[in-house]
């Protein structure tokens, strides 16, 4: 079955940096597109990038443009979500998702970043 496990989330001041990564297991990689989503608590999980399949097309939500950057490797099914100068409302829990056509059909089980003052 599809499995997606989110990794490299954690604590860091405000300023910092993480890098948080997905491996893909049980699809055909190449064919999907990519996407990181995450929701804070009491809110609605939100969009906050994604990567075309051959990684060239990247997008991201207007809060993280210019901090954070999307990257993937198709040989080890891997993305990956460089997040730079963190701050207090980008704490969540960041989920890993695959979209084939229209909509992200598999989700991860999601990874807390909580970055403080």
């Known amino acids: 079955q599809v499995q997606l496990v989110e990794s490299g989330g954690g604590l860091v001041q405000a300023g910092g940096s993480l890098r948080l990564s997905c491996a893909a297991s049980?699809?055909?990689?190449?064919?999907?597109?990519m996407g990181w989503f995450r929701q804070a608590p009491g809110k609605e999980r939100e969009f906050v990038s994604s990567?075309?399949?051959?990684?060239?097309?990247?997008y991201f939500a207007d809060s993280v443009k210019g901090r954070f950057t999307i990257s993937r490797d198709n040989a080890k099914n891997t993305v990956s979500l460089q997040m730079n100068s963190l701050k207090p409302e980008d704490t969540a829990v960041y989920y890993c998702?695959?979209?084939?056509?229209?909509?992200?059909?598999?989700w991860g089980q999601g990874t807390q970043v909580t970055v403080s003052l």
């Open positions: 049980g699809l055909t990689f190449s064919k999907y597109r």
């Open positions: 998702a695959a979209n084939r056509s229209s909509n992200y059909d598999y």
């Open positions: 990567i075309f399949r051959n990684g060239a097309d990247t």
